[in-house]
DNA sequence: TAGTGGTCTAGACCACACA
DNA sequence: GTGTGGTCTAGACCACTAA
């Protein structure tokens, strides 16, 4: 039998009591080291990390143990496999964002980055939706930035981000840039893991239609977004209005 | 070496001409030979298949390799694998509709599959939009099927289903089921194996208003979705228009 | 040529469902 | 208890990349 160290055990072989949680396999505990190495910052994106063999030998489990590990994790868009290369951290660039988190595609033509000109950002306290977006208490402020994010020189989307103040310090003293959640890596440490978005249709009021440059009451597409990080907390809440005259939200149903 | 008497050949040995597709992998025409099974009817839906040992030894190849081509299959919802009890071709239950294919939920509460109430069914020449959706020429005629789809005897969406007609003879002559896909895999032996969705924001026509119970110009989400079958032939379009006041379209990033 | 990920195999054992 | 899928291991070889 062999031994492993990970955690309180591989399979709870002493303690007969009844089992709370069951079983947790080994590649399983594995790979939530692997992302607590992403969390702490001692895998950076970009990065490439040590070969299968050399894990495997570190951390005294076979070579196919980290295999699937490392497979699960770049099935999530953590990690990049590359034949030939090596296993790296995956970076949010715009083809990262593009593919997993941006979907809003023009009807004629492939997806493009958008973009973005800042209308304002102030921190101000959060309201009763943000509050329940971010999990904040009733004083927390949030950073909310408002921008229009335009597709060959077309406005299409009128974006509020909101953030909490707390984790995010510093920020609205520099240049907001187009792709922030490539910022809140580099500066912040945080990666955004996954997002959950509620669409619904709804009419524009005069004063958004005037920033997209069209008629009150035209439908447009919302789109509220809650962005998690590596942990599972929520990280960002951003409240996008679409227009969907000459572009779609793209679902692929799988 | 191991031989594998599958397709043309597991590796190019012989020919050493510049390789056209490169590398199948063995896994992969294993998957593919299931797939087959499905498609012509071999493996039904609810059916268990062989378990994996059995599989392994019947086609000539390792256990684990007919492992990784399952467990492809069911990260595609076309098998459900379970532990103790065995591997079963994937119903088209409500379900499983409700998990991979209805993405509208109450803002408060939880999914459920929603009644349909039938306004029309007719046989009629493909548009424009129909002979692209599905591939048709200009001459073929689709069955068009619109309903009033309700969650608690609230309408909430106005949907028009289209079918080439070549395809599903005789549908019109029976009642139309709540759960289409059920009938499309047991009356004609079709599955849907996934589907594309594009949503826009759109505003409801005077008549579109009057079927779900709103006024004239209520901002409505527009999903059409175009459903594929297990060959990758498109076998139906759904044009559907849904109330959002109480409702939303859920879509995960990962 | 060396090093990486990808495939394939064989065998042992564990967790789970059911009769 | 028996049979199923799930995990873990060890080793061989293939495909790809870069030096």
Redesign the interface.
Known sequence: MTEHKLEIATRPETSSGAEILGFRPLYRQVKDQFVRRLMDGRWLPGMAIPSEGQLASEIGVSQGTVRKALDELAA??LLVRRQGRGTFVAEHDEQRILF??F?LVPDDGVARFPDSRVLDIASEPADAAERTALNLQPDDAVLRIRRIRSLGGKPLVLETVSLPARVFPGLQDGPVPNNLYSLFATHYGITIA??????????LTADQALHLGVAA?T????I??IALSLDGSAVERRLSL?L?EEA???????
């Open positions: 999530e868009n997993q988190f979907k996954n997002a959950r978005e509620r669409l619904k249709a709804v009419a009451g439908p447009a597409l919302e509220d977004r679409c969907t779609h939200y793209q679902s692929d149903l799988r």
